[in-house]
């Protein structure tokens, strides 16, 4: 999500955090990302591939042998096509109409409108009634068996009926926004970005805006890479709040990203101001390589994605540094292949897994610059193989990579013997994580499979 990815509080102390943050990704983007294809309690879904220029099934011509009949789609009088939004957890479609015959088939059809996909799938929802000349059905769609969807989010949805004479009828097509409107929300919008807050004057909104830009410009001078449709940014005052548009919300959850739609949600007051600014800048970061690589074959390796988002919030932190000196020091550093699957959710290896992939980047900008990065997620866009990618900008592979950059760390950190220890893991456990990386990317890479 490409998929939902919520991330923790910034002063979370919980020993287990990171198992459970594992377990909540994986289980909200799965449920989220099984939306488009939802179970449902009374029907039997179908997802229908369309292409995305289809159109409506048109009725068929009456037939000659009843000349007197009119056209068949004039035959339904349709008196209401509705759907009530309760977000986030239900949106209840409501369909009411008439026919001289009796009406015997009715289908709800849906689709997500603004997530990003190479072809437009629909659901289509068989309902249950009993057939008569008059109906007035309901068909609930209950996300917390199919998983959430982000404020934001746009449905597209049309009903198609048929009657015992064999006519058959589809409604136009109608867009629901599937919004938190909970609070009352303002926004603010520069350079395909939108931030929309309701807590906090218009200064607080301008400093994020103006955090938001500053780390697109950074991310632009570095690699190249830039935002290539409109985002959304929605500012909620507090975790609780955050928590509340979530299906299932942990306690620890801070906010979620949902690269596929664009969508950022985080909680931000001005008690962690700093490290909303952080996760801003990671996750944004997220977004514009979701974009410039987004192809229906492989997504680019983790160290990459992940080193490029952490990059961008800044140097890097003292702990991540340490975590890096100690495993030198111990030889215990992972290989950039490891680093190409989903990171360990263990706080050890994850930390490591971060500051490595950090490093990483850090040694592709500094000794091949900007053009060499640019073209890396240009090629990763067109599908390429990691090996394939690397050899074809940088002329050496996986391996040649690890061994690079091994050399280029040592210089960076030289270690004096004798004085660089293993961190204690009560310290990595227990320090402040920097913003946004306590995303799963084990969820994100299913999620991006199934999808
Ligand atoms: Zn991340």
Redesign the pocket.
Known sequence: MKGL?PFKLPLDKLISKDVKRAVLFILTVFLFLSAATACVPTGKPLDVAQDKTAAPVEAPPAKPAEPAKPAATGQFNVLNSSVIPDFPGKLLFNLKAENGANITDIRLHYTVVDREAFARVASEVFIEFTPGASIDVQWPWDMRKTGGLPTGAIIEYWWTLKDARGNQTETTPAKINFDDKRYAWQSITENNVTLYWYKGNQSFADELMASVQQALVRLADNTGAHLKKPVKLYIYANSRDVQGAMIFPQEWTGGAAFTEFGIIFLGIDSSNLEWGKGAIA??LS?LVVHQMTFNPYIEPPPWL??GL??YNQGALDATFVGALKAAMSSNSLSSTRSLSSPFSAFPAQSYLAYAQSYSLVEYLLTTYGQSKMLELLTVFSEGSSYDGALKKVYGFDMDGLDTAWRSYVARRYPLTKGIIRPLPLALIRNSIEPA??T?D?LARVRAERRS
Request: glycine share 8%.
């Open positions: 990815r990671h996750e997220h994605d992940e988002a952490t946004g990386i995303l990317r």
